[in-house]
């Protein structure tokens, strides 16, 4: 391996010219696989059913150390190419910025913290510890075979974390002013309430679905789940689609369709909430005398990594590289911290997010360079 620094911002273009929309690996994890095993990391592709994955460590399985890394390659879908200033997989550079799908969720992050990685055991390697690296192509799909897939076969094969990093984009308006130490939970819910179909003439030939829907909207909806916790903000329920899928203004439906996503945080779990759901829509079915069913979807459970030594260490590198004390926070959607948590403690830290899955996605090159270094300034820390 050569001993010159690996550049994160060009490995990030590289990155970014692989098309990997979800579940397409796109050439992503052989470029880092390739890279990784040069500088002397242990690697093995975790795939399973249609998603490619990537585990990666260096150093000794049965160490008294290991910290881990995270992230994925894969990107959501690109848009309309056409309103894009530049192809969204050239990955160009104009301004100080470096142009494309992924470049700040999360390829950049991605890049950052293997560049980290590959220098530090290159010129410092730690004689008592190890540094994994697992990266995934399903995060931005179902997760339902990516990180957890790499988690399952860590379990199986006897690999750890005992501290982890997440290199989601975290800080919404300047590097370094953010750090989510936990997720709220996120559900989603699928409700179908049955009726009579009829003429909207005679409604009582008819049993319309559409009240007891609306009703049983507005319930949960006007519900206060809580008023929030010590680290999180009150929890959220939104109906986000009612639909009859019926045109007409002669006729009563025969069914209704609602869908609602509940994000929620610790003080509930989510077999509380659908508990409660299913009372609500029990007593508005017997209330209309009408018939329903519901689906449900759990993404995650809320979690917290209370504040203590690895959001110091990372917290301490932040302020050092950046001059920014950053904030502890729980906001934001799901991450695959949400599968690591029940493996080690884990923190999510990168780069300014505001233009994550929109066209013209874009990050500042200086911003990739620089959390390469606070990535290597953890390593140095956790190993000294």
């Given at each position: 391996?050569?001993?010159?620094?690996?550049?994160?911002?060009?490995?990030?273009?590289?990155?970014?010219?692989?098309?990997?929309?979800?579940?397409?690996?796109?050439?992503?994890?052989v470029m880092l696989e390739s890279l990784l095993t040069t500088a002397?990391?242990?690697?093995?592709?975790?795939?399973?059913?249609?998603?490619?994955?990537?585990?990666?460590?260096?150093?000794?399985?049965?160490?008294?150390?290991?910290?881990?890394?995270?992230?994925?390659?894969?990107?959501?879908?690109?848009?309309?190419?056409?309103?894009?200033?530049?192809?969204?997989?050239?990955?160009t550079e104009q301004d100080g910025m470096l142009w494309g799908r992924?470049?700040?969720?999360?390829?950049?992050?991605?890049?950052?913290?293997?560049?980290?990685?590959?220098?530090?055991?290159?010129?410092?390697?730690?004689?008592?510890?190890?540094?994994?690296?697992?990266?995934?192509?399903?995060?931005?799909?179902?997760?339902?075979?990516?990180?957890?897939?790499?988690?399952?076969?860590?379990?199986?094969?006897?690999?750890?974390?005992?501290?982890?990093?997440?290199?989601?984009?975290?800080?919404?308006?300047?590097?370094?002013?953010?750090?989510?130490?936990?997720r709220r939970g996120s559900l989603s819910a699928w409700f179908t309430?049955?009726?009579?179909?009829?003429?909207?003439?005679?409604?009582?030939?008819?049993?319309?679905?559409?009240?007891?829907?609306?009703?049983?909207?507005?319930?949960?909806?006007?519900?206060?789940?809580?008023?929030?916790?010590?680290?999180?903000?009150?929890?959220?329920?939104?109906?986000?689609?009612?639909?009859?899928?019926?045109?007409?203004?002669?006729?009563?439906?025969?069914?209704?369709?609602?869908?609602?996503?509940?994000?929620?945080?610790?003080?509930?779990?989510?077999?509380?909430?659908?508990?409660?759901?299913?009372?609500?829509?029990?007593?508005?079915?017997?209330?209309?005398?009408?018939?329903?069913?519901?689906?449900?979807?759990?993404?995650?459970?809320?979690?917290?990594?209370?504040?203590?030594?690895?959001?110091?260490?990372?917290?301490?590198?932040?302020?050092?590289?950046?001059?920014?004390?950053?904030?502890?926070?729980?906001?934001?959607?799901?991450?695959?911290?949400?599968?690591?948590?029940?493996?080690?403690?884990?923190?999510?830290?990168?780069?300014?997010?505001?233009?994550?899955?929109?066209?013209?996605?874009?990050?500042?090159?200086?911003?990739?360079?620089?959390?390469?270094?606070?990535?290597?300034?953890?390593?140095?820390?956790?190993?000294?």
């Amino acid at each position: 391996m050569s001993d010159c620094p690996v550049d994160p911002a060009t490995l990030t273009a590289d990155l970014i010219r692989c098309a990997s929309v979800t579940p397409e690996e796109g050439g992503a994890l052989v470029m880092l696989e390739s890279l990784l095993t040069t500088a002397g990391f242990y690697c093995i592709r975790v795939d399973r059913g249609e998603v490619s994955n990537l585990y990666a460590r260096w150093g000794a399985k049965a160490t008294p150390r290991t910290f881990g890394f995270n992230g994925h390659t894969d990107v959501v879908p690109t848009g309309a190419e056409a309103d894009w200033t530049f192809p969204p997989f050239s990955a160009t550079e104009q301004d100080g910025m470096l142009w494309g799908r992924g470049a700040t969720d999360m390829k950049s992050g991605v890049a950052a913290f293997a560049a980290a990685a590959v220098d530090f055991v290159q010129k410092s390697p730690p004689k008592d510890g190890a540094i994994v690296i697992s990266i995934t192509g399903d995060e931005e799909g179902d997760a339902v075979d990516g990180t957890t897939a790499i988690l399952d076969w860590m379990q199986d094969n006897g690999e750890k974390m005992d501290v982890c990093i997440v290199g989601e984009p975290t800080c919404p308006e300047q590097m370094g002013d953010m750090i989510k130490i936990g997720r709220r939970g996120s559900l989603s819910a699928w409700f179908t309430i049955k009726g009579v179909q009829g003429h909207a003439a005679y409604p009582h030939r008819a049993k319309n679905p559409m009240p007891p829907m609306v009703r049983l909207m507005d319930r949960l909806a006007s519900k206060e789940l809580d008023q929030g916790t010590d680290h999180f903000d009150a929890s959220t329920l939104a109906v986000v689609n009612i639909d009859t899928g019926n045109p007409t203004t002669n006729v009563i439906p025969a069914q209704t369709r609602a869908i609602v996503n509940i994000r929620f945080n610790d003080a509930h779990h989510s077999s509380d909430l659908i508990n409660w759901m299913q009372d609500e829509l029990d007593q508005v079915c017997a209330e209309f005398d009408v018939d329903a069913d519901i689906r449900i979807k759990v993404s995650g459970e809320s979690f917290l990594t209370p504040p203590g030594a690895l959001s110091t260490l990372v917290s301490k590198a932040v302020e050092a590289e950046t001059g920014v004390a950053p904030v502890l926070s729980t906001t934001g959607g799901t991450s695959d911290a949400r599968f690591v948590k029940s493996h080690c403690p884990v923190v999510e830290f990168g780069l300014v997010g505001q233009t994550m899955h929109q066209v013209d996605e874009r990050v500042e090159i200086a911003q990739i360079h620089q959390l390469k270094s606070i990535y290597a300034r953890i390593l140095r820390d956790y190993f000294a």
